[in-house]
Nanobody
Framework: QVQLVESGGGLVQAGGSLRLSCVASGSISSINFMAWYRQAPGKQRELVASVTGGGVTNYADSVKGRFTISRDNAKSSVTVYLQMSSLKPEDTAVYYC?????????WGQGTSVTVSS
């Protein structure tokens, strides 16, 4: 089992920055893919950014140039960060962390980000 705990959400003005963190613990060996998704009210959950075990990153077009995903591997945990800059009101959503180990997906509980105009 993999446990994911997200943090770092909050209220920020447009143009501001936030950094989200997701700590994966438990059976973390062979986690080969981690990502951030978000879900705005009334909308479907969408991929924001992802990073593979080899460090290959991918971003949604809407956040390219503004968000950066990174991954820090420790002995007993893996942390994935999402540095968000130049935030826009349309970035308002609940952000969820995903970890994929073999064919199993694990989700965090989500952290809320609200960007005021």
């Amino acid at each position: 089992q993999v446990q994911l705990v997200e943090s770092g959400g909050g209220l920020v003005q447009a143009g501001g920055s936030l950094r989200l963190s997701c700590v994966a613990s438990g059976s973390i060996s062979s986690i080969n893919f981690m990502a951030w998704y978000r879900q705005a009210p009334g909308k479907q959950r969408e991929l924001v950014a992802s990073v593979t075990g080899g460090g290959v990153t991918n971003y949604a077009d809407s956040v390219k140039g503004r968000f950066t995903i990174s991954r820090d591997n420790a002995k007993s945990s893996v942390t994935v960060y999402l540095q968000m800059s130049s935030l826009k009101p349309e970035d308002t959503a609940v952000y969820y962390c995903l970890a994929v180990k073999w064919a199993l997906s694990y989700w965090g509980q989500g952290t809320s980000v609200t960007v005021s105009s």
